[in-house]
Nanobody, 121 residues
Framework: VQLQAPGGGLVQTGGSLTLSCITS????????MGWFRQAPGKERRWIAA????????NYVDSVKGRFTVVKDNARKLMYLRMTDLKPEDTATYYC???????????????WGQGTLVTVSS
């Protein structure tokens, strides 16, 4: 199983960016998935999660209303659409997948390599 998350880059405050999580191997439809981020000098933290079917989502308060996670089981892709970006969103973003049912409280089995998002002020 491999996860790749291209799509990072430099964006201005207030701008938008969409990250993709491209997967290969495994059974995508059986995965609950999530997005994490690690800001410089800080621990990696969960920010968004989506159920196996893609119908249920959860977000950390700091991104709620600005970020949207989408899971496309037909294309085996997951997206993180980020809007109204702020300098404090600057971090390396990781996608992850696991086979448990609760993506907000589970051990993730598979991880992407991370992509850097920099929000300039």
């Amino acid at each position: 199983v491999q996860l790749q998350a291209p799509g990072g880059g430099l964006v201005q405050t207030g701008g938008s960016l969409t990250l993709s999580c491209i997967t290969s191997g495994g059974d995508f439809s059986k995965w609950a998935m999530g997005w994490f981020r690690q800001a410089p000098g800080k621990e990696r933290r969960w920010i968004a999660a989506i159920s196996k079917s893609g119908t249920a989502t959860n977000y950390v308060d700091s991104v709620k209303g600005r970020f949207t996670v989408v899971k496309d089981n037909a294309r085996k892709l997951m997206y993180l659409r980020m809007t109204d970006l702020k300098p404090e969103d600057t971090a390396t973003y990781y996608c992850a997948a696991g086979e448990d049912n609760d993506p907000t409280n589970m051990e993730y089995d598979y991880w992407g390599q991370g992509t850097l998002v920099t929000v300039s002020s």
